[in-house]
């Protein structure tokens, strides 16, 4: 099994930062995939970014936000600049073994509790 526990979450005024990571322990070697996806209050919960060989994002956020990862540590992390007020969300990571990257939420077994954003004045 894997686990993934998010942090980094809170409150930031439109045009802040914030930094998520996602910490994974249990059976890491197994997961090649990581994602993050993010599920706004009414709404389902999407696709925000992934990386395995590469990263990707969704065109919302893509030139905002940044994928990287420390392999030592385990860690992904979503660097998100110029947060706007459609950006508050819970935000999840996702993991999966899979050599290829993926959108689809249903690709992903593992997930974390979910960290709060929310871009407000």
């Known amino acids: 099994q894997v686990q993934l526990v998010e942090s980094g979450g809170g409150l930031v005024q439109p045009g802040g930062s914030l930094r998520l990571s996602c910490a994974a322990s249990?059976?890491?070697?197994?997961?090649?995939?990581m994602a993050w996806f993010r599920q706004a209050p009414g709404k389902e919960r999407e696709f925000v970014g992934g990386?395995?060989?590469?990263?990707y994002y969704a065109d919302s956020v893509k030139g905002r936000f940044t994928i990287s990862r420390d392999n030592a540590k385990n860690t992904v992390y979503l660097q998100m600049n110029s947060l706007k007020p459609e950006d508050t969300a819970v935000y999840y990571c996702?993991?999966?073994?899979?050599?290829?990257?993926?959108?689809?939420?249903?690709?992903?077994?593992?997930w974390g509790q979910g960290t709060q954003v929310t871009v407000s004045s």
């Open positions: 996702a993991a999966a073994n899979l050599g290829w990257g993926t959108s689809r939420r249903t690709d992903y077994p593992y």
């Open positions: 249990g059976r890491t070697i197994i997961i090649n995939a």
């Open positions: 990386i395995n060989w590469s990263t």
